[in-house]
């Protein structure tokens, strides 16, 4: 047996739970395969480039924890000539080291190591702010710190499969304090996050909470015109927060009140020649200047409440923002948005654009999901729409309104065919892009993607999927290709699929 067939055999068999065994025989590992195992036989585009695919994706279930594994064979021409399968950012993730092993063994370690966590699709175990311990690792949706007024929702996945990545997201509530801490990608991190909350008050839930984020390399993938940025530019956001649970969640009712308030401040690494008229310079250091010029800029404040009723869950907050804070900053969108954040940056860090000139902005923030039918049919939706603080209260049809819809059917939901799947809708600027003639359902400020996955008739094993999401475009070489106002161009990408089940 081959180092690669030991190392994928020894994976799958972390996947399978003890009952396979207690039942013992080929009875068990049928009933835990027809649960549990699926295979993916279909076409993907990369890059601009076409391939075929082979997926084995073993998903495991115990109690409260949630594993899925994603094993993949992602070719050209030929199944059986891994020199034609697709590498992940380079990396031959089924090579396990195998070409370091006995040159640089701590090398050949670290790409093992590396190389085994991207068969891991997601690890889930626990509910934020409502269990002691909770952990999520993968392919992620909805990383949150505290409430979201700096992260909120932010996903690690709208470029899958093309761009795998293998978040962590962990908290731990010891009862006087607590922690939450997330990365965006283990092997190459680069967004870091982390709460620290404490109990101030014996028997009294009131926590206080002190959050931050930071981006390291939010020029990662910059326009040419921008490139005197390349490296020089961080993000961080800080906040405190306050969290009452007033009446803690169940199956019948549910209120938690709480209040942010938070900061966003760039650190510029190195000095460099801004690229707006007049080319003056962007000065190095912590850009504390962008929050105080003799008044306080850049900061914003939520408060609200989020609960449930029964099978409703629902959040209204109040927000209040100035200077170019925008809450949730790191959403859904963030990593296609972050190149054109640090261009809007550039402005006031190089001194072209006074911040004290940004305006003051609030809204009312709304949110509910409805979970029908024990959970087969899922609907939800989110809108945020700013208002000046001028007299009358006009909307601000120009600043950073969000909204976000979710679907979801699940198997069993519509009888006869038994049609399932899912679509996810976020974006931001969406009045204000309708009113100035600008509107596009798929562009750089939305996130779009989803599935639907029918039975084909007369093969109960045998399901079609089709796959469909939008993802920046990019040229032969891999980099992102950009609009002439900085902003990446989007493209559909859709796949379709056969998914065999045991």
Known sequence: MTRKSAVLLFAILLALPGRVFAQGGGAGIMGWLRDSMSMEIGSVTIDGTGYSKVVLAPEVRMGRLKMGLYFPVIYQDDLFSPSTWYAPGGNNEWDFGGSKWNSDVPAALLDLTSDLILKIRYIEYGQQLEDKFFVKVGNLKGLTIGHGLIMRDYRNDTEFPAIRRTGVNLGYDFGPAG?????NDLPVPDLYGARFYVRPIKGFKLAVGLSGVVDTNPTAELPAEWAAASGNVMFMGSGLDLD??????????????FA?????????????????????TVEAGLRTDLL????????????????????????????????IFRPSFFDSTYDRMRAGYVNDYVGYLDGSTAIST??????????????????????????????SLDPGFDPLVDADDEFHARLIVKNGLIPVVNVSGAITYDKRRLVGSITDG???????????GGEIVMPVPGSPNLLLAALFQTVPARDGDGNVIYTASGVPEIQPSITIETRFSF
């Open 244 to 257: 009452l649970p007033i009446i803690p969640s169940n199956a019948v009712f549910g209120i938690r009140a």
């Open 292 to 323: 105080w010029d003799g008044s306080l800029h850049n900061w914003g404040a939520a408060t609200g409440f989020t609960g449930n009723v029964l099978f409703i869950d629902w959040r209204l907050e109040y927000r209040y923002f100035t200077g």
């Open 179 to 183: 922690f939450e801490a997330l990365v």
């Open 358 to 387: 940004a305006p003051a902005v609030m809204g009312v923030y709304g949110e509910a999901a409805f979970n029908l039918f024990k959970e087969k049919l899922v609907l939800a939706a989110g809108y945020m729409w700013p208002w």
């Open 438 to 448: 600008s509107f596009k359902f798929f562009d750089a400020d939305s996130v779009f």
């Open 260 to 280: 942010d308030a938070a900061v966003t401040v760039p650190y510029v690494k190195d000095s460099f020649t801004s690229w707006n008229v007049g080319t003056p």
